[in-house]
């Protein structure tokens, strides 16, 4: 009996998935890059490596990644998600950025459009930002 707890306790630890709980986190500080040619904002955290075995499940390791978003030069206010180009074959954005320089903040609220699961995708990279504001290429 003991033996069949402890490995349910194991199993539910193991099915919370990576990128929950501990580890997994985002950045506070956005970046704001403007150029002559657009803006490019760029997000950053940590993430969980996927696990392939119980032990790996455990240890919970991380790993530093970034996602970059390209903005007309003139956007601030209110950014719909399909107005951010995307790489061709990918899911179109939904939701929105709220870019509040002159608050120095940003505010990230998008989901995939996936077409194939007739569903949208929550990014893991939604929530609220200090905003850091840079020029150059």
């Known amino acids: 009996m003991r033996a069949l707890i402890l490995s349910s306790t194991l199993l539910l630890s193991l099915l919370a998935g990576p990128g929950c709980g501990p580890g997994a986190r985002n950045d506070r500080m956005a970046v704001l890059r403007r150029s002559p040619g657009g803006q490019q904002l760029r997000l950053s955290g940590l993430r969980v490596l996927m696990a392939h075995d119980p032990l790996s499940a455990l240890q919970r390791k991380t790993y530093r990644d970034s996602i970059t978003f390209q ?47 007739q569903r949208r995708d929550l990014l893991g990279w939604n929530g609220e930002y200090e905003l850091l504001i840079t020029n150059g290429p």
């Open 71 to 117: 903005l007309p030069a003139t956007a601030s206010g209110l950014i719909a998600g399909s107005s951010i180009p995307l790489a061709p074959g990918s899911y179109a954005y939904r939701g929105s950025i709220l870019l509040q320089p002159e608050a120095r903040k940003v505010t990230v609220q998008l989901f995939y459009d996936n077409t194939d699961d």
